[in-house]
């Protein structure tokens, strides 16, 4: 992806000078110059040192001192914010204890020596860390005589000691970690070697989850990052003392699950190495070119390679004296958000970020669905702006016939039909940038054809479904987490294939099509932040099924589906008063007879999107409505793929977020 952002030199039309300053004084999402700047903190000649050297990322050349860490160790936990470095623990040598679970800092503005920030829970070393802006983690290591599975993790932004933050899958140390902004991930290990990759989130404490595996089960490698891929350099195979040193370069995306690939190779292979990073360039210094405990074959080679590009790394320069297990720490990474581009599609010329929530959010999102064929794309689209869709990403699978919902940094998708199988998976996507969906857990039965989407920013609610029988059940999950859905309650009746709105404190549920009667006319309602069973609110002005839902916090409206006698794609639009309870009004037509579309909405446009056409059969055309008026619908755009059916839809601003 191009740099959002001109260089100042270059500032010119939108981007001028005073803009760059105002963002970077009010609004922080300008890089600044400690991005750029890489330290490498204390490691082993034979004996511990304290140095830190600094190089600038982007301009290649020799190391230069910065300062001295608190103590002499090596094999710290280290990683950075936009303006400090952190080393955590570590092996101090010599004496009882000889590790450490002192948390040493530096600010990146003055040059200098470490100060005192606070403690890890264990003393240890080897451990792998993770970070962002505002929270560090740091996991796994050895703490004689046992091998640790503990995360802690620390908020930069104040002085004190770690807390308990879950387990890894497995006690190890020797481990690597990395991250972007939501995730942080830790892989390979000791005793032995180990190919295992983990992850947690940033947003909740708990256990690591698997991520995937390593091409091979390796030993002490090194993270780094930009916001949506992961690096793992070097390390060794084998086990001590005979490792064997490697020099490649695997690489994952932070939005899936799965196994690491190969992206190229160090200039030499070597274990034990430190990594700092920017948001395109990663820089690997040090490490040992023999066993990971020899230090007869110490390096101080620094190579670096382009994470946009797969390909070796090339020769960098110098650090200031050759040492293994040293930490590396920058103001870059992948976890910093204000140090990464904004992708244009999804942010103001300027930099700052496009609202998100009820009254401002303006993303709408479609997923899954079928057409010619069955597919997993997810596609974007500003509301407030008449247009196509574009590409997002892709669901973990295809899918149609999903249930979903949104929180407004989150969309989710639950349950379906994938191709033939009806499913009780559930998918999640961050909203900021674009890329794939991820798993987020599983419903509590596996259903499809649930009633639209119903939430708001706390929780998502998926209501009925078809098991494949018509099904009255109520999950809910929490958005900001990853895990199962939890049991609600009961919708009113049976039923399936109906449609939801909802404000922030009360969901809707409205027709569908059950056993008895098999086009429904009711609406029922649930108070989000409770459980318990859906109450009777009123009745639609027609029965039907399959219509699509959009609603801001005061009004909900059902678009189109199918209605009996005879049995045909309907043009009706009816509308109710969230916080009142009552029947349905009319609210006017849509284009044409319609069923199967999915819908998005902020708080004063609802999109109907693609679904089954009464005159051509699926359709690509998405229609729009101003929600707080009356009247009949206008063509907004087209999907960006094709004419499809059976998918659902999202946003960030639905009338559920407040």
């Not at 104040?158 to 995730?183: E, I, K, M, W, Y």
């Not at 499913?423 to 259903?447: C, H, P, Q």
């Not at 609600?488 to 549920?509: H, I, P, Q, Y």
Request: with cysteine; proline share 3%.
């Amino acid at each position: 992806m191009a740099e959002s952002y001109p260089r100042r030199n270059q500032a010119r039309g939108l981007w001028k000078i005073n803009d760059i300053t105002k963002n970077i004084k009010d609004e922080g999402t300008y890089p600044q110059a400690y991005s750029n700047k890489g330290f490498f903190g204390g490691g082993s000649t034979g004996s511990n040192v304290n140095t830190i050297d600094q190089i600038i990322i982007q301009s290649a050349g020799n190391a230069t001192d910065f300062g001295d860490l608190a103590q002499a160790k090596n094999g710290m936990g280290s990683t950075g914010t936009p303006t400090r470095a952190f080393w955590l623990g570590g092996y101090t040598g010599g004496g009882s204890p000889n590790m450490t679970s002192q948390i040493d800092t530096i600010n990146f503005a003055t040059a200098g020596n470490c100060s005192d920030f606070g403690d890890t829970s264990v003393q240890r070393y080897m451990m792998g860390t993770a970070g962002k802006d505002t929270r560090i983690c740091v996991a796994g290591g050895y703490a004689s005589p046992n091998f640790q599975n503990v995360i802690d993790f620390i908020t930069p932004t104040t002085l004190g000691d770690a807390t308990d933050f879950g387990d890894l899958t497995g006690s190890r140390s020797d481990v690597g970690g990395t991250s972007n902004t939501t995730r942080g991930v830790f892989f390979a290990g000791a005793p032995g070697t180990s190919n295992v990759i983990d992850f947690i989130e940033f947003s909740t404490t708990g256990n690591a989850v698997d991520f995937g595996d390593l091409p091979t089960a390796i030993k002490s490698p090194t993270g780094s990052s930009t916001s949506t891929k992961g690096f793992i350099s070097g390390g060794g195979s084998g086990s001590y003392p005979a490792d064997t040193p490697v020099n490649t370069i695997s690489e994952i995306t932070f939005g899936t699950l799965g196994n690491a690939t190969d992206f190229g190779d160090l200039t030499t292979a070597r274990i034990t190495a430190a990594a700092v990073c920017d948001n395109t360039k990663s820089v690997i210094a040090g490490g040992s070119t023999a066993s990971s405990q020899d230090s007869r074959n110490t390096s101080n080679v620094i190579d670096s390679f382009t994470m946009s590009t797969r390909g070796n790394a090339t020769d960098f320069g110098d650090l200031s004296v050759a040492r293994r297990v040293a930490g590396g720490a920058c103001g870059g990474h992948g976890g910093i958000e204000k140090s990464q581009p904004r992708a244009p599609e999804l942010y103001s010329p300027t930099g700052k970020v496009v609202p998100r929530g009820g009254g401002v959010g303006d993303l709408g999102f479609h997923y899954g669905g079928s057409g010619p064929s069955d597919v997993s794309t997810i596609g974007v689209v500003q509301i407030s702006a008449l247009g196509n869709t574009q590409d997002f990403g892709d669901l973990t699978t295809v899918a149609k016939l999903n249930g979903g919902g949104s929180s407004a940094t989150r969309g989710i998708r639950g349950g379906g039909q994938i191709p033939s199988t009806i499913v009780n998976t559930i998918d999640y996507w961050e909203m900021a940038s674009k890329g794939n969906a991820a798993d987020f857990g599983d419903l509590t039965a596996a259903r499809r054809s649930m009633l639209g989407q119903a939430g708001n920013d706390t929780r998502g609610l998926f209501q009925g479904g078809n098991t494949p029988s018509e099904s009255n059940v109520i999950d809910y999950i929490t958005f900001a987490t990853i895990g199962n859905a939890t049991d609600f309650g009961d919708c009113v009746e049976n039923m399936n294939l109906g449609g939801a709105v909802s404000s922030n404190t009360r969901g809707l549920n409205a027709g569908g099509t059950g056993p008895t009667p098999s086009y429904s006319v009711t609406i029922g309602y649930v108070t989000i932040a409770s459980t318990g069973n859906a109450t009777d609110f009123g009745d639609l002005t027609v029965a039907r099924y399959a219509p699509v839902n959009v609603g801001s916090s005061t009004r909900g409206v059902f678009m189109g589906g199918y209605v009996p006698s005879p049995t045909t794609r309907s043009t009706v639009m009816d509308y109710v008063t969230i916080a009142s309870t009552g029947n349905a009004t009319d609210f006017g037509d849509i284009d044409a007879g319609r069923a199967y579309g999915g819908q998005a909405s902020n708080q004063t446009r609802g999109l109907y999107m693609g679904g089954e056409n009464s005159a051509s059969g699926n359709t690509a055309n998405i229609q729009y409505i101003t929600i707080a008026s009356t009247g009949n619908s206008a063509s907004f755009g087209d999907l960006f793929e094709q004419n499809m059916q059976y998918f659902n839809g999202c946003s960030n601003g639905h009338g559920g977020l407040s």
